[in-house]
């Protein structure tokens, strides 16, 4: 079964930067649409942004929108997420999740998640 793991995650000050990465064990994950999601405590798991496997773009979040990007890396076999001009309400577990097509997709597999915590 596709196995998805998250890095990139830290502690970071508001105004800075991280980018965190999705990778795929034992498949090729440009066959699948990756989608960013995270949830901050107490709050419901949000959908971010969503990479198709012919690299569309689709943008989910208006909170997010303008300051975060996705990217894929087919020769590394991965997936990123550019977070820039992180704010504190940016603070939450980050996920990656893999499903057929954004938007109307399936995501039936996920990562363990990265914690990413924006603070002074």
């Known amino acids: 079964q596709l196995q998805l793991v998250e890095s990139g995650g830290g502690l970071v000050q508001p105004g800075g930067s991280l980018r965190l990465s999705c990778a795929a064990s034992?498949?090729?994950?440009?066959?699948?649409?990756i989608g960013w999601f995270r949830q901050a405590p107490g709050k419901e798991r949000e959908e971010l942004i969503c990479i198709s496997n012919r690299d569309d773009i689709s943008n989910y979040a208006d909170s997010v929108k303008g300051r975060f990007t996705i990217s894929r890396d087919s020769a590394k076999n991965r997936v990123y997420l550019q977070m820039n001009s992180l704010k504190p309400e940016d603070t939450a577990v980050y996920y990656c999740?893999?499903?057929?097509?954004?938007?109307?997709?399936?995501?039936?597999?996920w990562g363990q998640g990265t914690q990413v915590t924006v603070s002074s």
């Open positions: 999740a893999a499903a057929g097509v954004c938007g109307a997709g399936i995501f039936g597999s």
């Open positions: 034992g498949v090729t994950l440009g066959y699948y649409a």
